[in-house]
C-alpha cells in the first residue's frame, strides 16, 4: 500500500502532506503523525462508494421527471420579447449587472474597471465610478438603492454610497469590505444593506458585516474557484447557493456555515447559479452548454435544458417572475428562453455581438437585462 | 481554502460531506415537480414577459420614456 509513500506530485506539492519538497524521506518524515491504513487510494475507494449510495439513495425518490409530469400543462405562445434599449458608454466588456429594487435603474461593471448606474428607462447614466483595477467582475445594488457593491480582480469587494450630488466623486467615498486571497466573482447584500455575501476564485464564499469589514462567517467546500452565488428568496430563510469550477453547486447555510446539500452532475465549470422563486429549486449554467434544474426537496436533478446544436457554454441564467421561462446567455452570443416545465426551448434572443456575462430579469418582471463582452447591455421586453 | 490543502486532506473532507448528504430528508420527485407546476401556474397571469403588457402601461415599449430637462 501507499501509506508513507509520496502519492503524486501536483504543481510541485505532495498529496499526502502539501509538503513542496518532492522527495520521499521529508514526506516520510512529515506523514508519522497519520493514521496508519489512511492511504490516499482507500480515502478516495470510500468517497466513490459513498458517492455511489448517495446516487442510490437520491435514485430512490426519482420516480419521474419534471417534462413528464408536465406534459398536460399548456404549451407557450410564441415570445414577443425584443431589444427596447441598448446601453452603450462602456469602453470594454460588460461583465456584471444588478438591478435595483425600483425596477428602473440598474448597475453594471466592466473589465475597463468603471461602474455605471442607469435609469433603463430614460437610459440616463447617473453616476460613473472608476475603479484603480480593471476587471471588475462582481457588482450588486444595495437593498436601500443608497449603495452599490464592486470587486474583481482586486481580490476586494468595496461598497460605494450614491450620493445625490452629481459632482462628488463616488470613488473617494469606496469603502473595503470584502479581502478575499484571489478574485471576487460575486457578490450580492443580504437582505439589508449591512451585510454582504462574496464568493472568489480562491475558493470561499464569505459573510461580511459592511460597517465595520469583519468577516461574520466563511464558507469552505469548495475545491476550485467559486464563480456564482445567489441568495435563497427572502421568505425561505437563511440559505445561499454557490456553483465554480469544481463543478459542483452547494447550497449553505448562512448561519452556521455548513454545506447543507451538494450537486455534481455538470461536466464542466458551472458559471451561473440562480434560485427559483419559490426558493425550493435552483438553476445553473456550465461551460458544458447545458443548464440544469434542481428541486432541493427531492435532493437531485430534475432537468437538462440542452440541445444538440447549442455547443458553446452557458455563462447565466436567470427565472422570469412566474418560473416557468429559464432564460440563459451563451458564450455564441444568443439567449435562449427555456420552457422550464417542459424542457423546450421558446425562443433564442439575437442582438449582442459577442458573448452575454450575465442576464437578469427586473425585480417586476417585466424587463430582462443583460450584459455582453460586446460593451454594452440591452433591455428586452 | 483548497489550493492549500493536500490531495488527502481535500478527499477527507469530501467523506465528511458525503457522510452526511447520505442522510438527508428527501421526497419523490412527482410530488416536488407537481408543486413547482402548481407554483408557475399560480404566478403564471401575472408574468409580463410572458403574458405581455399593454403598450401604454410598458415603460420600455413606444419611445425613449420622459427625459427631465432642466
Known amino acids: ?381 | 481554502m483548497a489550493r492549500d490543502m493536500s490531495d488527502k486532506e481535500i478527499l477527507k473532507m469530501e467523506l465528511e460531506q458525503l457522510k452526511k448528504e447520505v442522510n438527508t430528508p428527501r421526497t419523490p420527485v412527482s410530488a416536488n415537480c407537481a408543486d413547482t407546476i402548481t407554483f408557475v401556474e399560480g404566478m403564471l397571469p401575472n408574468d409580463p414577459l410572458i403574458k405581455g403588457v399593454p403598450d401604454d402601461k410598458n415603460p420600455y415599449k413606444g419611445d425613449k420614456g420622459g427625459c427631465i430637462i432642466t
Open chain 1, 1 to 381: 500500500e501507499l501509506n508513507y509513500i509520496h502519492w503524486k506530485l501536483q504543481a510541485g506539492k505532495c498529496g499526502l502532506c502539501s509538503s513542496v519538497k518532492a522527495c520521499l524521506s521529508a514526506c516520510g518524515m512529515a506523514c508519522q503523525g497519520l493514521q496508519k491504513g489512511e492511504t490516499l487510494a482507500s480515502l478516495k475507494r470510500e468517497c466513490d462508494n459513498l458517492k455511489k449510495k448517495l446516487e442510490e439513495e437520491r435514485g430512490k425518490l426519482n420516480d419521474v421527471e419534471l417534462h413528464q409530469v408536465a406534459e398536460k400543462t399548456e404549451v407557450l405562445g410564441a415570445l414577443s420579447v425584443k431589444t427596447r434599449r441598448v446601453l452603450k458608454g462602456h469602453g470594454n466588456k460588460v461583465l456584471c449587472m444588478d438591478w435595483c429594487k425600483d425596477r428602473r435603474r440598474l448597475v453594471s461593471s466592466s473589465q475597463d474597471g468603471k461602474v455605471i448606474v442607469w435609469d433603463a428607462f430614460t437610459l440616463n447614466k447617473e453616476h460613473g465610478i472608476t475603479l484603480p483595477c480593471t476587471w471588475v467582475m462582481a457588482c450588486a445594488y444595495a437593498p436601500s438603492g443608497c449603495a452599490v457593491a464592486c470587486g474583481g480582480l482586486d481580490n476586494k469587494c468595496s461598497v460605494v454610497p450614491l450620493s445625490l450630488d452629481k459632482t462628488e466623486n463616488l470613488a473617494a467615498k469606496k469603502k473595503s469590505v470584502a479581502m478575499h486571497t484571489n478574485y471576487v466573482s460575486g457578490c450580492t447584500f443580504t437582505n439589508s444593506d449591512m451585510q454582504l455575501l462574496t464568493c472568489s476564485g480562491d475558493g470561499t464564499c464569505a459573510l461580511w458585516d459592511v460597517e465595520s469589514g469583519q468577516l461574520l462567517q466563511s464558507f469552505h467546500g469548495h475545491t476550485a474557484d467559486v464563480l456564482s452565488l445567489d441568495l435563497a428568496p427572502s421568505e425561505t430563510g437563511n440559505t445561499f447557493v454557490s456553483g465554480g469550477c469544481d463543478k459542483k453547486a452547494n447550497v449553505w447555510d448562512m448561519r452556521s456555515g455548513q454545506n447543507i446539500q451538494s450537486f455534481e452532475s455538470h461536466e464542466s465549470d458551472i458559471n451561473c447559479v440562480k434560485y427559483y422563486p419559490s426558493g425550493d429549486a435552483f438553476a445553473s449554467a456550465s461551460d458544458d452548454a447545458t443548464c440544469r434544474f434542481y428541486d432541493l426537496r427531492a435532493d437531485r436533478e430534475v432537468a437538462v435544458y440542452q440541445k444538440d446544436s447549442i455547443i458553446f457554454g452557458a455563462s447565466t441564467v436567470d427565472f422570469s417572475l412566474s418560473g416557468r421561462l429559464l432564460f440563459a446567455g451563451y458564450n455564441d452570443y444568443t439567449i435562449n428562453a427555456w420552457d422550464v416545465l417542459k424542457g423546450t426551448r421558446v425562443s433564442v434572443l439575437f442582438g449582442h455581438e459577442n458573448r452575454i456575462s450575465r442576464v437578469r430579469v427586473s425585480p417586476d418582471g417585466t424587463a430582462l437585462c443583460s450584459a455582453s463582452w460586446d460593451n454594452t447591455l440591452r433591455i428586452w421586453a
